[in-house]
Each structure stands twice: as C-alpha cells, then as structure tokens.
C-alpha cells in the first residue's frame, strides 16, 4: 500500500513541472497522510490544479470516514470494484510527489524507509478522484492512489508500491485511453534502477510531525538499499 508520501516542493516548481496553475500557494509537506488536502491534476482540467481530500469519497457515501478504507485502488481490482469502476474509465487524475514512505517488518519492529526517484525529481502516481456532498450540500472533492506489485526495489520494504508514472505517460493516463492499454502498458512498476531508498527516522510515524528532519537518512549502518 501507499499509507504516507511528500511533496516539498515549493509553489513555483510544481507549477512548472506540471504545466499547471495552483488555485493558491502551497507549503512544502513532508509527510502527507490520508484525509490530507494536497493539489492534484485531474483529466478534465489539466491546466489547473484542484486541491482534493486523500482516501476516495463515492457520491454514494453516508460519510467522510469511508475515505480512511480508499486510499489505495489496487491495480487487479479497479474494473471490478463499484467504488473505482466508474472512476477508472471517467476520473483520473495525477497526484505530484517526490518521495513516499514504507515500513520493513525485521525482528526489531517495523523501520520506516523514504522512497524516491534517484533524481530525485517531482513525479505523479496515478490516481482516481471522484466528487462527494455532504448533508449540506457541501462539495468535497477526494482521491486514491492506484498501488501494484512492487518492482525490485521496493521489493526488499514491502509487497505493494504506488503507480508512479512515467514522464511520457502522464498525457496518456489524463487521456481517452482504452482501459487496456492503461493496465498493459502504463500501469506497470516504475524502473527499479531508476529509484533509490533510504532509512529514516521513526518520527514518520507521527502525521502530526511534518519537517525537513523527516527526510534525512538515518547515519546508524547501512541504510541505503540498492538495486
């Protein structure tokens, strides 16, 4: 699964990367938890960002609190499940990180590791969004991040990883493109040559801390895990 990611990019640099216009100025976050507003990209509106919910709402939702159960969509499902079926062909969206964080089970507990692109560049999961109304008439727009099998790297962490897409595939999954070629070809796990990932510190664990020391490798042996 995908439970924590970041996006500490600042306002101007997201913009750009992504070509798209931010509704208002952002702070750098670096450790995003579910029911947290962050801006993504949706493919009716690509030349602007829209600030959504994480943990996907259905239209048909009695509350907010089912969001906590959405975060993730997993690949093998998302033509089957109602909640994500509908989303799947009509709502995708792009939801820019730079890094996201797992957990490895050892002997000693469980030791959370960063995960991010050797470049360390902004890239985009693949998400589904959808729209929700609460008893007021109140829009809340929400959305999943579409997780899969794990490539090589993350591998040695945990058994799910999120859909990071390539650069070249963002247009194609914002596009009109048979579910087919989606699944065959675009949803696959990123290059594992291409990304890296490191130990940090257990203050992850806390949503409520959220600062650059988060970020940093733990120095204690060896904590970069490699391809």
């Known amino acids: 699964m995908c439970g ?26 670096y450790n995003i938890a579910p029911s947290s507003e962050v801006p993504v990209i949706m493919n009716r509106s690509e030349e602007k960002f829209t ?42 969206c792009l939801v820019p990180a730079d890094g996201f964080y797992e957990w490895k089970k050892t002997p000693e507990g469980r030791i959370p590791y960063r995960i991010t692109l050797k470049s360390e560049e902004l890239f985009a999961f693949a998400g589904l969004y959808d729209r929700w109304r609460d008893p007021e008439g109140n829009e809340v727009m929400s959305f999943t991040i579409i997780t899969l099998p794990p490539n090589d790297l993350v591998r040695q ?3 799910r990883m999120p859909a990071i897409l390539r650069k070249e595939h963002e247009k194609v999954w914002l596009a009109d493109t048979p579910a087919r070629t989606l699944l065959d070809e675009i949803l696959q796990p990123y290059p594992a040559e291409l990304m890296q990932s490191f130990r940090i510190s257990s203050m992850i664990n806390s949503p409520s801390n959220d600062g650059p020391e988060l970020i940093r490798p733990v120095k204690s042996g060896q904590t970069l895990l490699r391809y």
């Open 4 to 29: 924590r990611f970041s996006l500490v990019a600042v306002s101007q640099a997201l913009a750009e990367r992504f070509n798209a216009v931010l509704p208002r100025p952002i702070k750098p976050r």
């Open 51 to 92: 600030i959504a919910r994480w943990g996907l709402i259905p239209p048909w939702a009695q509350n907010m609190t089912v969001g906590y159960k959405m975060i993730n969509a997993r690949v093998e499902t998302l033509q089957e499940k109602p909640s994500y079926k509908m989303p799947f062909k009509l709502k995708r």
């Open 157 to 159: 962490i945990h058994d």
